[in-house]
């Protein structure tokens, strides 16, 4: 370095300033005369002033005779020039340029001092220019040399797939084509594309900048983090942990060093961990904004409402409560519309006997949103625009059951589900409480109005309660009192539960109850009595129960779970020939609606509800059984996109059933049951096997049809056994030739994965190192890598080939080709700041559009830019689920996203912006809502 400074130095001073100078009209302060050999003294004249002081320097021996010699001679080259140059030079003949001094010409001093001061100018201007060009030129080695890194690992991923991506089927009926790998640089114009049938579909990978920023944490540890070794890492904090959450620099003690060499320290509920940037990341003041997209619900799938959540409106079509969501669907199309102003789940709905007005009451929300407690909302369903609110404050937990009023419309009765199970009378036009009485200890399962007597009826858990209204002496300063009304239940025996009511056209109680039987309690005089008690109705306990002019429909449960149509003579309704009056449904009726005619509330066609969260249209002139709305039962722990065309996903629920979905039609393609509890799942891309991973520690095969896969010899595929517990994480690699499998005892599993035709699965090396199971698994682009976490914020980079543990700080320069640990350089901006923020527990990305999406435990999603280096980074948040989301997938276009939860519902979001000055809106705190 100090001999390039030095060579550099004596070019500008020797050669390049004169000519510099020469150039610009600026004279050399040296005369001609001096530089010339005719009139310059020599240097062995005795008489030249400078042989004068060397030969005293060397008398005085401040200098030696080596030096002496060194220095005339180097004297001798500097005055000899081109004759050009010197005649040149003698052109110059100014009046105040020389004085004689001594008999001999030399410079003034007001001539040297301005040329020196013009020379060191111009040195220094050219020093300031080089410095430019060699931190640009630098910058652009930098540039090159992660570009080149980025290029080869894309053409390797290219080269696998065009080897093995293997063309097939795709689930549902479509065509697959092989894997390619891309990027999206916003320099280079690089992006993914839509997959089209018979082309290779592009699949998603990190963009060059979020990419390396990929949680980069080393190796996992005891103690706190240091600069060498990293610390562990995991999920993002939730409730107690963002009190302890402490950003720092770190990672080392100079002070010089630069930004992409520093890792960043945090504390994540007690874990000491550093997250290093990549190496040549370079902070935007971008950051930590808000992405310009956001989500949309288009559709959701499932029923989560209890018996009281399925109403047929005047117009035909089938209203019915999803999670946080009211859903408004035509029967013929299945188009939907969505009511979203709710905050938390609703229980319960209630039709107004105009048809068109319905009640919707929620329970306390999870997430902090304005109206979180619980309350009731009265909306119209032809333009989903809200007409009364009410309830907040008054109502503790949630309400359990709503019911209008048949001969006073603008009275409603609501149940609370606090201690008491309180019930209360409003006029919901004036959203005003009218009364308010203390209900059974027990749960309370249905409230209705009497059209007859004008009481109100609630019945549950070992109890049915009468209640009469009069004017004053309320509680507080209620206009209205309830009166509590005897009822005797003879020599009936008390039933354990008391489920649905509804009522004759003269006015009788119909009570259902578990033991299968219905009570019917006849008309005051004063108290109630019963006054019949029909048995074996239902093998088992009758749930639900509705009333028609021309008879009555009952549902019944696991037992039996029929549809029964009764008359009025408690007999079982008479049917022509083909006709039915008992349809078999397969699961348990949680809710039933009669469809609505001229003459009145049909008998013989009716929507149905069950307990595994499907609605079912009912002909019972026909006996036929059409399903409207399909789900799962339970929690959803499996949710897969193909990741060829994206047009189809894959999904398993704790009810033992996966189904497959078409994601652009949005409807079901198939079912199978298990008979097993599946875990987790994914798909093989090349093949379109979904992998089924089993809380027994195995893993089978489905074919793209549901069946079990098949080998070379056509039998069933066999189970690959990969553990003695449950199987928490699988996912393939990003050509389908490698499966990792995550197991509850720590350990990871990677297996290279078969072909079409054998589907034989090899293990090839068993990874070790978590001390609890690991619950997220990503991909690198080349596959060599991978990285894993836990629920208990562990994560840990490992190197497939040799089976080791890598740190962060070796891959932080790692290109992810899936993005769904939710925790790392790159997630800073998920870190939600307060102590009670939420747990993010599920995240994907999408490399098009440069966005992440997260799920938290709260049931709330929100789009964040990708990377998102930023603690605390602004976010789009989007509201449907009613529990934890536990999975979150993007299309590889980035337009389309699927959002599962333990609530059991399904929900497909669209991805766009939304353009101002825009009435149509489907997000939430807006009612105008298109159809989807």
Not at 224 to 246: E, H, I, N, V, Y
Not at 319 to 338: F, H, I, K, M
Not at 489 to 494: E, L, N, P, V
Request: aromatic share 6%.
């Amino acid at each position: 370095v100090c001999v390039c400074v030095c060579a550099r130095v004596c070019v500008l001073v020797c050669v390049v300033a004169p000519r510099v100078l020469e150039q610009g009209g600026v004279r050399s302060p040296v005369p001609s005369q001096w530089r010339s050999p005719s009139l310059a003294p020599p240097m062995s004249d005795p008489e030249n002033p400078a042989m004068v002081v060397l030969r005293k320097k060397l008398t005085e021996g401040k200098i030696t005779q080596a030096e002496f010699d060194h220095l005339a001679s180097a004297h001798e080259i500097f005055t000899s020039r081109e004759d050009e140059e010197l005649e040149e030079e003698d052109e110059y003949t100014g009046d105040d340029a020389y004085v004689e001094v001594d008999g001999r010409q030399s410079l003034t001093v007001a001539r040297l001092a301005e040329g020196t001061n013009m020379s060191a100018e111009a040195v220094q201007q050219l020093q300031q220019m080089l410095a430019d060009k060699d931190a640009e030129i630098e910058r652009l080695g930098r540039l090159v040399d992660s570009l080149t890194t980025r290029l080869q690992a894309y053409e390797s991923v290219a080269k696998s797939n065009q080897g093995g991506g293997g063309a097939g089927s795709v689930i549902g009926g479509g065509s697959g084509g092989g894997v390619a790998a891309s990027s999206s640089s916003p320099g280079l114009g690089l992006g993914t594309t839509p997959s089209f049938a018979g082309t290779p579909a592009i699949r998603r990978t990190q963009s060059n900048f979020a990419s390396p920023g990929s949680p980069l944490v080393s190796g996992r540890h005891s103690g706190a983090a240091t600069p060498d070794t990293g610390g562990t890492s995991g999920r993002l904090s939730a409730m107690s942990s963002r009190k302890s959450f402490s950003p720092s620099v770190g990672g080392s003690p100079s002070k010089n060093t630069p930004p992409s060499e520093k890792g960043q320290r945090v504390v994540i509920k007690g874990r000491h961990l550093t997250l290093w940037p990549p190496k040549h990341h370079i902070p935007a003041a971008t950051d930590g904004e808000a992405s310009k997209f956001r989500l949309e619900l288009q559709r959701i799938h499932g029923f989560s409402g209890g018996r009281n959540a399925l109403v047929e409106l005047a117009t035909g079509d089938l209203c019915y409560a999803v999670s946080n969501v009211c859903v408004v669907q035509r029967l013929d199309t299945g188009e939907q519309r969505v009511y979203q102003e709710h905050s938390g789940e609703v229980r319960c709905l209630a039709l107004h006997p105009d048809g068109f007005l319905v009640a919707s009451g929620q329970a306390h929300a999870l997430v902090e949103r304005p109206m979180t407690k619980a309350h009731i909302r009265v909306w119209d369903s032809r333009d989903l625009s809200t007409v009364a609110v009410f309830g907040a404050g008054t109502l503790a937990r949630a309400v359990a059951c709503v019911s209008f009023s048949p001969i006073d419309p603008h009275l409603l009765v609501a149940v609370d589900e606090d201690t008491n199970h309180a019930i209360t009378l409003w006029n919901w036009h004036k959203q005003e409480r009218l009364a308010s009485v203390k209900g059974s200890h027990e749960k309370t399962m249905d409230v209705a109005f009497n059209p007859v007597t004008r009481d109100v009826v609630a019945c549950g858990k070992g109890h049915v309660n009468f209640y009469g209204i009069r004017r004053g002496e309320g509680e507080e300063s209620d206009p209205y009192a309830f009166e509590n009304k005897k009822r005797l239940w003879q020599s009936t025996q008390k039933p354990k539960f008391l489920y649905s009511l509804a009522f004759s056209p003269s006015g009788d109680t119909l009570t259902t109850t578990s033991d299968g039987s219905i009570l019917v309690w006849g008309r005051p005089t004063p108290s109630y009595v019963v006054s019949k008690c029909i048995s074996r109705m239902h093998k088992g306990g009758v749930l639900s129960i509705v009333a028609t002019p021309a008879g009555f429909i009952t549902g019944g449960g696991r037992d039996d779970p029929t549809v029964k149509i009764w008359g009025w003579d408690y007999k079982k309704y008479p049917v022509h020939a083909g006709e039915f009056n008992e349809v078999d449904i397969g699961a348990p009726i949680r809710g039933i609606s009669p469809a609505r005619t001229t003459d009145g509330l049909s008998l013989s066609q009716l929507s149905v509800a069950t307990s595994d969260g499907q609605i079912n249209f009912v002909d019972a002139s026909d006996g036929s059984v059409t399903p409207v709305v399909s789900a799962h039962a339970g929690e959803i722990v499996g949710l897969a996109l193909h990741p060829a065309t994206n047009e189809v996903f894959v999904t398993a629920s704790l009810d033992g059933v996966v189904r497959c979905w078409d994601l652009q039609d949005k409807c079901s393609l198939w079912a199978v049951g298990l008979g097993e509890e599946p875990t987790c799942l994914d798909i093989h891309g090349p093949t379109d096997d979904v992998a089924v991973a089993l809380a027994g520690g195995q893993v089978i095969l489905l074919d793209c049809d549901g069946q079990l896969a098949e080998g070379s010899d056509g039998q069933p595929a066999a189970r690959i056994t990969v553990t003695r517990g449950a199987i928490t994480a699988l996912q393939y690699s990003p050509d389908g030739s490698k499966l990792a499998v995550g197991c509850d005892d720590g350990t990871i599993a990677v297996y290279l994965s078969g072909s079409r035709q054998d589907r034989r699965y090899e293990l090839t090396t068993k990874l070790k190192g978590h001390t609890s199971p690991p619950r997220f698994l990503s991909w690198s682009v080349t596959e060599q890598l991978l990285k894993s976490a836990t629920t208990d914020y562990e994560l840990l980079f490992w190197d497939i080939k040799f089976g080791t543990e890598r740190s962060g700080h070796e891959t932080r320069d790692a290109i992810w080709a899936t993005h769904r640990v939710p925790v790392g350089w790159a997630e800073q901006g998920l870190i939600a700041e307060g102590p009670d923020a939420p747990d993010v527990i599920a995240l994907d990305s999408s490399l098009a559009r440069s966005i992440m999406v997260s799920g938290d435990a709260v049931g709330c999603l929100k789009v964040f830019k990708s990377p998102s280096c930023v603690p605390f980074a602004k976010s789009r948040p989007a509201f449907g689920h009613a529990g934890p989301v536990t999975h979150v997938r993007l299309s590889n276009d980035g337009t389309r996203a699927v959002s599962t939860s333990t609530d059991g519902a399904i929900i497909q979001w669209a991805i766009g912006r939304r353009a101002r000055g825009n009435s149509v809106d489907t997000l939430p705190g807006q009612t105008n809502i298109p159809r989807v």
